[in-house]
């Protein structure tokens, strides 16, 4: 199975180091020197991690046969996929690998039905999860815990409690809104 884990940014120096947007919870195991990393474009690799610092809070790689700037800046907005093995988990057992998320029905807490998830978009930000819902559309829910406070792989399943206006845009509470009397 293949994980995204993250994507090469600029060229960093003249010795072919790279920033990279790091995507994964564990860079210290995916990224780490003579990690074989898959790409995409599929043509920029496969790319061997030669050397990895951390440089002003930003993660900086070398790969192997990248020696000169020219050559880290070919590889800009490459994505980097690691292959991992199916059946391996996350250490922190509050983690999840998008391929056990996807697939994973979608639950409100008194059991009603909401849909299915189909892809985790991942944001510099935050993580959401794209839902196709029963009646049709789709909607896309943050990943945090107030909103999915509960993921049960075993039943396959995710329960979330979306604030008002995530899932029926019409019902939103609009922040600083009248109320009958007129009144804020």
Avoid: C, W
């Avoid at 990690?35 to 599929?42: F, G």
């Avoid at 996929?81 to 697939?103: R, S």
């Avoid at 196709?132 to 943050?142: A, F, H, Y």
């Amino acid at each position: 199975m293949q994980l995204v884990v993250g994507r090469i940014g600029r060229a960093h120096g003249i010795r072919g180091d790279v920033t990279v947007e790091v995507r994964t919870d564990e860079p210290e195991l995916r990224l780490a020197p003579g990690a074989v990393l898959l790409t995409d474009p599929a043509s920029a690799g496969p790319l061997t991690v030669e050397s990895g610092k951390v440089h002003s809070g930003r993660l900086l790689l070398r790969f192997a046969g990248v020696s000169d700037r020219n050559a880290a800046e070919a590889l800009r907005n490459t994505v980097l996929i690691a292959e991992v093995d199916p059946e391996e988990l996350p250490e922190d057992p509050e983690e999840y690998y998008d391929h056990q998320l996807i697939g994973l029905d979608v639950v409100l807490a008194d059991g009603s039905a909401v849909g299915e998830i189909t892809e985790v978009v991942h944001l510099p930000y935050q993580d959401l999860l794209s839902v196709r819902r029963t009646d049709g559309g789709e909607v896309l829910v943050p990943f945090v815990a107030r909103i999915v406070p509960e993921i049960d792989l075993e039943n396959q399943r995710a329960v979330i409690d979306p604030p008002p206006g995530l899932l029926d845009p019409d019902r939103a509470e609009v922040a600083g809104s009248r109320d009958d009397d007129g009144q804020e």
